[in-house]
């Protein structure tokens, strides 16, 4: 079983970046396909960027191309999303996940596959 542990939210003014890092124990985190996900003030989880377990294959929601991107660094068991031209509707809880799959170059966007999550971090995007 794998824990996650997000970390790099805060505060940030329109047009800032910041980047979120999710540290990955207990378990061998290769085998793992990734994802950020967001949840906002009384709506629902939404799906942020999501990366292969291999290949470097990732998936980003329409709100969010172009200025996000979402990397990992096996070596270290850690994801990133690093934010950039954030915007005041980027504020939320962003949360990591995890996915134990066999493929290596699929992703997923759906967050009900997901098996393991974070605690999450708050992002604050002032205008």
């Known amino acids: 079983q794998v824990q996650l542990v997000e970390s790099g939210g805060g505060l940030v003014q329109a047009g800032g970046s910041l980047r979120l890092s999710c540290e990955a124990s207990?378990?061998?985190?290769?085998?793992?396909?990734m994802a950020w996900f967001r949840q906002a003030p009384g709506k629902e989880r939404e799906f942020v960027a999501a990366?292969?377990?291999?290949?470097?294959?990732?998936n980003y929601a329409t709100s969010v191309k172009g200025r996000f991107a979402i990397s990992r660094d096996n070596a270290k068991s850690t994801l990133y999303l690093q934010m950039n031209g954030l915007k005041p509707e980027d504020t939320a809880v962003y949360y990591c996940?995890?996915?134990?799959?066999?493929?290596?170059?699929?992703?997923?966007?759906?967050?009900?596959?997901?098996?393991?999550w974070g605690q999450g971090t708050q992002v604050t995007v002032s205008s």
């Open positions: 990366i292969s377990r291999s290949f470097g294959r990732t």
């Open positions: 996940a995890a996915k134990l799959v066999g493929s290596y170059g699929n992703t997923y966007s759906n967050s009900g596959v997901y098996d393991y």
């Open positions: 207990g378990g061998a985190f290769s085998v793992y396909a």
